[in-house]
């Protein structure tokens, strides 16, 4: 890659994490015609517009969205092979504080911790498992595992996997109550539902016709932790739109069933391992960072 293309990036990812040229370019320590004259160098060079600029802010195009998401990967990629030469010879140890969403990490990253402690037995783990998003910074965590798109400039990421929904239900529910043949469907069935803040999930996306649509779903159960839900449908109590990591494993062993599959909608969610932005990576961090980035090469799901 050329020096010059790696500044468009960083250029770029100032702009898009500030939201404004001159924040961009105070945090940059560039002038702000030097950074307005880079992203149009950059978006005359891709042949797309990244940005929606405004008098008082720019907004991120889809192109923009999409690009921000390499660059974030590409720029913390660089980060941490040059913390990981920087502090070749220095030893992983100390407190290594962790945290997850409480399903996502019960289910995939507990089961990974035993492995990681015995390649690196001088880290002291200490994991945070909660539904609520925690201020990494403000309250000293290293590495939180975050689903969706990075947006705090302060904070570097590493996308671990991509991850599916699938709406399911047990046998025992889809005996009594039948199987929905098309989404409108649904509007028929108890479908499980999650609360706020995360009550967006509720709206099920389908493409229809090649059109992408979405149904908003009702039930008589209501969760806030994703595992309380699959307790709930492998009992037969109603259907939900389930992460794949809990949904596959259960389809495999023939206690739930996939529906709607030829109408599924691909999720954009990703897993990302989230940390601070610092000048030098501590060997703990970049050594946990790098174990889950090869565990999830093949989700743990998926096999």
């Keep these: ?129 909660s539904d609520n ?45 039948g199987a929905p043949r098309t989404p409108d469907d649904l509007r028929q069935h108890n479908c499980l539902q999650w609360e706020a803040p995360m009550d967006h999930l509720n709206n099920w996306p389908f493409i229809v016709d090649g059109q992408r649509m979405s149904v908003e779903i009702k039930g008589n159960f209501q969760f806030t932790s994703g595992m309380s839900s699959v307790e709930m449908v492998l009992a037969g109590v109603g259907m939900t739109r389930m992460a794949e990591h809990f949904a596959l494993p259960a389809i495999r062993r023939q206690k739930l069933v996939p529906l709607l599959t030829e109408y599924q909608a691909q999720d954009d969610t990703a897993i990302y391992a989230v940390y601070a932005k610092e000048r030098h990576v501590h060997p703990r961090v970049r050594a946990f960072v790098h174990y889950l980035v090869e565990k999830f090469k093949e989700p743990p799901w998926t096999r």
């Design 1 to 129: 890659m050329k020096d010059e293309r790696l500044l468009e990036m960083q250029v770029f990812k100032a702009v898009a994490d500030h939201g404004r040229f001159t924040a961009a370019s105070h945090a940059l320590g560039a002038s702000q015609p030097f950074v307005s004259r880079t992203l149009n160098n950059l978006e005359k060079r891709l042949g797309v517009a990244l940005l929606r600029r405004s008098t008082r802010h720019v907004n991120l195009t889809e192109e923009g969205k999409i690009f921000l998401a390499s660059c974030n990967r590409i720029i913390g990629d660089i980060e941490l092979a040059e913390g990981q030469i920087s502090s070749t010879g220095a030893s992983a140890s100390g407190d290594l504080r962790i945290t997850a969403a409480t399903s996502f990490g019960m289910d995939q990253i507990v089961p990974l911790l035993p492995e990681f402690m015995e390649l690196y037995p001088n880290v002291r783990v200490r994991l945070s498992l």
């Design 133 to 177: 998003l925690v201020d990494i910074i403000g309250s000293g965590v290293d590495v939180a595992i975050r689903m969706g798109h990075l947006q705090d400039s302060m904070l570097l990421s590493r996308k671990l996997c991509h991850l599916q929904r699938i709406i399911v239900a047990a046998p025992a529910y889809i005996a009594r109550h």
